[in-house]
T-cell receptor, first 110, second 115 residues
């Protein structure tokens, strides 16, 4: 099956700093989503982005499907951005199955 | 919309007991998923349904686990008998139509502890 690798595993930032999280995947995908799991355990969907670029406020994401990677950009980080960021992918032929990476744990210090 | 609703939020039980987790998906969503999260294995897909029909249960760890979706607004995940290694957070998620690339929405999860 598809392998999903996220980097870095851990990241510590000062409030106001920018960061880039990366997701590599081993095969072509027709579905890629980014999630944020907050410190209370809630999983929030950030982006559906199997290709191209999207922006939502201070967050943006880019997926280069031909090179099998996706990037999540966080600008002007805030303490509320802390938590775990997951990339999840679904391969061609699978209409619903999303495989999650191991996540990047982000801590934003005030 | 109230989002995906799971119950209970926390469940503590003793080894050998039956555990039933419940989920109400977002109204109108065609797909329902059950995931399990542990420190060791991360987020694993257990089973998913399309229009109340189980499509892929290859992630269900063993016969002790079973899932049903009797109607479009309700699903259960049952563990019988439960074991300490089943301790985890179990998430239910729903999506309107994965083929069109719709987003996946998660419930708040059930924290299961088997003693």
């Amino acid at each position: 099956g598809i392998q999903v690798e996220q980097s870095p595993p851990d990241l510590i930032l000062q409030e106001g700093a920018n960061s880039t999280l990366r997701c590599n995947f081993s095969d072509s995908v027709n579905n890629l989503q980014w999630f944020h799991q907050n410190p209370w355990g809630q999983l929030i969907n950030l982006f559906y982005i199997p290709s191209g670029t999207k922006q939502n406020g201070r967050l943006s994401a880019t997926t280069v499907a031909t090179e099998r990677y996706s990037l999540l950009y966080i600008s002007s980080s805030q303490t509320t951005d802390s938590g775990v960021y997951f990339c999840a992918v679904g391969g061609s032929g699978n209409t619903g199955k999303l495989i999650f990476g191991q996540g990047t744990t982000l801590q934003v210090k005030p | 919309d109230a989002g995906v609703i799971q119950s209970p939020r926390h469940e503590v039980t003793e080894m050998g007991q039956e555990v039933t987790l419940r989920c109400k998906p977002i109204s109108g969503h065609d797909y329902l998923f059950w995931y399990r999260q542990t420190m060791m294995r991360g987020l694993e897909l257990l089973i998913y349904f399309n229009n109340n029909v189980p499509i892929d249960d290859s992630g269900m760890p063993e016969d002790r686990f079973s899932a049903k979706m009797p109607n479009a607004s309700f699903s259960t995940l049952k563990i019988q008998p439960s074991e300490p290694r089943d301790s985890a957070v179990y998430f239910c998620a729903s999506s309107p139509f994965q083929g069109a690339g719709e987003k996946l929405f998660f419930g708040s999860g059930t924290q299961l502890s088997v003693l």
